[in-house]
């Protein structure tokens, strides 16, 4: 059984940094990658950038070049694997439901989603 | 990278049929049969409905189809049931210095 599972809603001030986890399970992992896209309320999906959880490369959406960082937890264990997305500089614009989405290698769309976690900033 | 052009809303009546468009450029989906769409309800995940413009996961029913004709692709719900009120984004690969893009977003009513 396919699962992504999210670390829990944030609460940040402005200028702070968030780091927001994503743990996939229940599948090989040395094919595929992990997305984060970021939906703000009321409003539409935007795509953040993705991480190769099996190399850690990395490829970041233009609007969010030199403020989101991606990474991945280095372990043996093939069933199991961590991502991390951590965003700085945020701003109340960074408010968002942010989610993790798997794309099997190549395949470009997204086949399975985490539950998706709400970072909140606000002083 | 803008994103791609939807209709705010659509709608229709059970049984009916409802067409969402989603255009972009040659840059987009007029590039590359890389077009996908997404389901999703109030407070949920988006879900995976239509993938490379025109197929369909195991478990998505056949009412859902899509196209692609030049920077437009379209998805069409046919037979309307109350659980397709959602909203659906279409999303496209963008190449590799643009990455992708995802639609803005239509909300579909089933009357």
Redesign the interface.
């Known amino acids: 059984q396919v699962h992504l599972v999210q670390s829990g809603a944030e609460v940040k001030k402005p200028g702070a940094s968030v780091k927001v986890s994503c743990k996939a399970s229940g599948y090989t992992f040395t094919a595929y990658h992990i997305?984060w896209?970021r939906q703000a309320p009321g409003q539409?999906?935007?795509?953040v950038?993705?991480i190769t959880p099996s190399t850690g490369s990395t490829?970041y959406?233009?609007?969010f070049q030199g403020r989101v960082t991606m990474t991945r937890d280095a372990t043996r264990d093939t069933s199991t694997s961590t991502v991390y997305m951590e965003l700085s500089s945020l701003g109340s614009e960074d408010t968002a439901v942010y989610?993790c989405?798997k794309e099997t290698s190549a395949?470009?769309?997204?086949?399975d989603?985490?539950?998706?976690t709400l970072v909140t900033v606000s002083s | 990278q803008s994103a791609l052009t939807q209709p705010p809303s659509a709608s229709g009546s059970p049984g009916q049929s409802v067409t969402i468009s989603c255009t972009g450029t040659s840059s987009d989906v007029g590039g590359y049969n890389l077009v996908s769409w997404y389901q999703q309800h109030p407070g949920k995940a988006p879900k995976l409905l239509i993938y490379e413009v025109s197929k369909r996961p195991s478990g998505v029913p056949d009412r859902f189809s899509g196209s692609k004709s030049d920077n437009t692709a379209s998805l069409t719900v046919s037979g309307l049931q109350a659980e397709d009120e959602a909203d659906y984004y279409c999303n496209s690969y963008a190449g590799s210095n643009q990455g992708y893009v995802f639609g803005t977003g239509t909300k579909v009513t089933v009357l």
């Open positions: 997305h896209v539409g999906l935007e795509w950038g993705m490829y959406a233009q609007n989610y989405a395949t470009c769309y997204f086949d989603w985490g539950q998706g």
